[in-house]
């Protein structure tokens, strides 16, 4: 299984439209190696949607459900793919926080900033998600005089756009 990071403006397509719509075929791809890389696509591929604009933020996940095909209606000779919802990231990660990362370090996303479709490879993606759900912060044990500490409680609900 291969991952992928697509980008969109989220003023023309975003995560909560694919959350909706729970499918969608990607298209509009024109740059060559990005075209190449969807072409690469295969059912059971995840990819990591990123809003692109001011946002410039990984958001949440998709899944690949369709193998690619050249799209007819583009006389550019765009190819599309169908991909389906995957989980929403309890929070953004954002391109500064990426960029600021040595763990990421070579990634195509830093090399090739214009690039709408790229690999990414599992120590990126590893990371990424972790940053984008980060785990449940543990309470401290109780001190003397307090009593058990209480569960962690969610301090900021989902965006939603």
Same mark, same amino acid.
Request: glycine share 10%; proline share 14%.
């Given at each position: 299984?291969? %991952? ?5 403006? @989220? *003023?023309?397509? *975003? ?17 060559? #190696?990005? #075209?190449?890389?969807? %072409? ?5 591929d995840e990819g990591i949607f990123y809003h692109t604009g001011a946002e ?22 765009s190819w599309t793919v169908d991909v389906a919802v995957g989980r929403r990231?309890? %929070? ?17 996303? #830093?090399?090739?900033g214009r690039l709408s479709v790229m690999p990414v490879p599992a120590p990126?993606?590893? &990371?990424?998600?972790? #940053? ?6 543990? =309470? =401290? ?10 569960? @962690?409680? %969610?301090? *900021?609900? @989902? &965006?939603?756009?």
């Open positions: 299984m291969a %991952r992928w990071l697509v980008k969109q403006e @989220p *003023s023309a397509y *975003s995560y909560a439209d694919l959350e909706r719509e729970g499918a969608t075929r990607w298209d509009g791809v024109h740059h060559p #190696l990005a #075209l190449r890389h969807l %072409r690469a696509m295969r059912p059971g410039r933020a990984c958001v949440g996940t998709l899944r690949v459900v369709g193998r690619p095909a050249p799209d007819p209606g583009d006389a550019r000779g990231f309890d %929070r953004p990660v954002p391109l500064a926080q990426i960029r600021g990362d040595p763990a990421f370090r070579g990634f195509e996303l #830093l090399r090739l990126y993606w590893r &990371r990424i998600v972790a #940053l984008g759900r980060p785990a449940v912060p543990t =309470a =401290a044990p109780p001190g003397p005089g307090r009593g058990a500490a209480p569960p @962690p409680t %969610r301090t *900021s609900a @989902p &965006r939603k756009r």
